[in-house]
């Protein structure tokens, strides 16, 4: 028994009313054919050793010598499918390229035409066409443009129609345009050699500091070079960002990195790299960023988004020439075409350009919490917890209950930023009662000072939730959790302890945010990068 | 860019078949069946022949001598089964074209005047 007889065995076993025919090719490694009717559902299935499934519903009248509508390499997913057409009456459908041509077909109207119609070129409506992830919003213009009307029912297992309606915003939509990818380009190859260690060192800081403001944990992505040759777009996937040859180019964004690289190469090809990273970090983390911090970079289009967060990080970097570079290159990979996914220009540098102002205004929070040190967190281990949690209720805090991983469930309240959390302490529990996380400008600098006097034995570093926290006891045993406020990179430390020597930072006037508005970003940032922008394309 | 549809690419094909002259042998008659509906579809689409596709791109291709089958009683005559039609190609080089319904949609007698079940 081969595959397609088996078919028809099972389905005329699970639906015993159902009719089937077998069309048995004189050759039996020729083309199978079975037709199967139930209720009012017809299907039609063939087969071939070689080939594997196609299913189609038929519709006899404009039918002759075509493919299957659908086609499967493995025989459980043409029998669910078989069964779920016969049992609901759906119906197969060519794939989109194939639809959108015969609606065209239909409406007697030529691609030039369309093009005409929709004010895109032809060559965009034969990509149109050729698309296979059409937007509905595209969709609708399509079907418009031929004289239509777009209706989107849904049919439900147990067999209601629901019209869907409200999908399609009335703002005009845009046409295809067939954009690149984000991409940066170089005349040869030694690049990357050099440039990979930087490259992977900055993955590694934009992961560890987007933790923070992540509610889920990420698996760390890794940047790969799908060439050696540095000329590049930029790609995520879910775990990793490629970097990858660039097949087409906007004139804009050509002239705009071959102008980078020739001027200052390394450092340009670098930044530019970093602004693509970033960017597809933010593809790839999105969805695990706590509601807040999505709030606070803003905008409705995930592009945007990525360019924010791009400005974003760099701000965090402490980019020393502030947003100029990332907001012209944002706007060079704007596109100003019909439909095109990505934002125009102007967008894409606005975009920047309040994500570049978010960071510096968080970057001047941290810097002014560094200048001292803070008590961030006190543990108290108690040998009857509930009895400890009525005493601190009692003197007015807000407990509540936490577990983190295996570790034992506890209560936590925060009193002026500091978290007080009451643990269990097993009562053969010898150690110290008490637990401090104190965040310091510098470890380093106070380990240094704690060795020096002999005050302390050697700290051993943990890793937790993204950071670093050194241990080390007190005199009385006490344990200490020493922090910095955050890994912002050598750049922004030495930002920081400028800020700490000079707390009113003697920055360039366009890289200044006064007053760090998030949704008004430095009008000097967008005139400077407008500037820019405009000298380099 | 031409713009005919699949029903009215269909129609003209079944009419160049029906006008062709009528052939001798099922070999030739299976030439004619393959050549006439190649040649509407290089007329009158875009999409490049490909008969090694097994989901559909939109074109509508002859028979292929996998879809053969024998007719019980009738060992003269082929039956090559395609979507929605069945083409009955008979040893004197007559054709007949049927819907999935059994409907007789085209009749080409071959050169001698006889039909395919004749």
Redesign the interface.
């Known amino acids: 028994m081969n595959a397609i007889q088996k078919l028809q065995r099972e389905v005329t076993s699970l639906l015993p009313t159902a009719l089937s025919r077998l069309?048995?090719?004189?050759?039996p490694?020729?083309?199978w054919?079975i037709?199967f009717k139930y209720r009012d559902h017809n299907v039609?299935v063939?087969w071939?050793p070689e080939?594997?499934f196609?299913v189609?519903v038929?519709?006899?009248?404009?039918?002759?010598?075509?493919?299957?509508?659908?086609?499967f390499g493995e025989y459980v997913q043409a029998r669910n499918r078989v069964l779920k057409i016969l049992q609901t009456g759906e119906v197969t459908s060519?794939?989109p390229?194939?639809a959108l041509?015969?609606l065209?077909?239909?409406a007697?109207?030529?691609?030039?035409e369309l093009a005409q119609r929709l004010g895109i070129k032809q060559a965009a409506v034969s990509r149109l066409e050729r698309r296979a992830d059409l937007t509905v919003r595209s969709l609708e213009r399509f079907v418009v443009a031929l004289g239509g009307e777009l209706e989107i029912n849904v049919r439900t297992p147990e067999g209601h129609v629901v019209r869907l309606g409200g999908l399609v915003e009335s703002k005009p939509s845009r046409a295809h345009c067939g954009h690149p990818l984000p991409a940066v380009a170089g005349d040869n190859d030694s690049l990357v050699p050099q440039i990979k260690p930087q490259l992977d060192s900055f993955v590694d800081w934009i992961h560890e500091i987007s933790a923070q403001f992540r509610s889920t944990n990420f698996v760390k992505p890794q940047l790969r070079f799908r060439s050696q040759c540095v000329l590049a777009s930029a790609q995520s996937s879910t775990n990793e960002i490629a970097i990858d040859p660039a097949a087409t180019w906007t004139s804009v964004s050509k002239k705009f990195f071959r102008s980078a690289i020739v001027e200052n190469a390394h450092a340009r090809f670098v930044r530019a790299c970093e602004f693509l990273i970033a960017h597809e970090a933010w593809h790839l983390y999105e969805s695990s960023f706590t509601d807040e911090f999505r709030g606070a970079i803003g905008f409705a289009n995930s592009e945007l988004r990525a360019d924010a967060f791009a400005g974003w990080s760099s701000a965090m970097r402490a980019e020393p020439n502030g947003p100029l570079f990332g907001a012209a290159m944002a706007g060079a990979l704007g596109c100003h075409e019909l439909d095109c996914r990505y934002p125009p220009p102007e967008e894409r540098t606005l975009a920047y350009v309040r994500g570049f102002s978010l960071g510096e205004s968080l970057l001047e929070t941290w810097c002014s919490k560094s200048k001292s040190s803070s008590l961030q967190l006190l543990v108290l281990k108690s040998r009857d917890l509930e009895r400890s949690r009525k005493f601190y209720s009692a003197c007015g805090l807000e407990l509540r209950t936490e577990k983190h991983g295996k570790g034992p469930r506890h209560y936590s309240s925060e009193v002026n930023g500091t978290v007080l959390e009451l643990y269990p302490c097993p009562t053969n529990d010898a150690g110290s009662r008490v637990r401090l996380g104190l965040t310091v400008p510098c470890v380093s600098v106070v380990l240094d000072a704690l060795a020096q006097e002999k005050l302390t034995r050697s700290p051993a570093r943990i890793e937790r939730a993204g950071c670093s926290f050194w241990i080390v006891e007190d005199p009385d045993g006490n344990v200490l959790e020493l922090s910095e406020p955050i890994h912002l990179g050598a750049r922004a430390l030495r930002k920081a302890n400028q800020c700490k020597d000079d707390a009113t930072s003697q920055r360039s006037p366009e890289t200044r945010v006064p007053g760090s508005k998030l949704s008004e970003p430095n009008p000097t940032c967008w005139n400077s990068a407008a500037a820019q922008l405009g000298r380099c394309c | 860019?031409?713009?005919?549809?699949?029903?009215e690419r269909?129609a003209t094909?079944f009419e160049r078949l029906q006008d062709a002259p009528a052939q001798e042998s099922a070999a030739s008659a299976l030439e004619l069946l393959r050549q006439t509906?190649n040649a509407v579809e290089d007329e009158l689409t875009d999409?490049p022949y490909n008969p090694e596709?097994?989901?559909?791109?939109?074109?509508?291709?002859?028979?292929?001598?996998?879809?053969?089958?024998?007719v019980d009683g009738y060992p003269q005559i082929?039956r090559y089964?395609?979507?929605?039609?069945n083409a009955y190609v008979a040893a004197n080089g007559a054709i007949e074209i049927r819907?999935?319904?059994d409907n007789v949609v085209l009749v080409k007698p071959a050169a001698n005047g006889e039909g395919v079940w004749t």
């Open positions: 069309d048995v090719p004189r050759d490694r020729g083309e054919w037709d039609s063939q071939s080939r594997g196609g189609t038929p519709s006899p009248k404009d039918e002759f010598g075509e493919g299957a509508h659908e086609i060519p794939p390229e194939v041509r015969e065209r077909s239909l007697g109207v030529t691609q030039s | 860019m031409p713009t005919a549809t699949k029903a269909i094909f509906l999409i596709h097994w989901q559909t791109d939109g074109r509508l291709y002859p028979p292929r001598d996998d879809a053969a089958r024998s082929t089964r395609s979507r929605a039609h819907d999935d319904n």
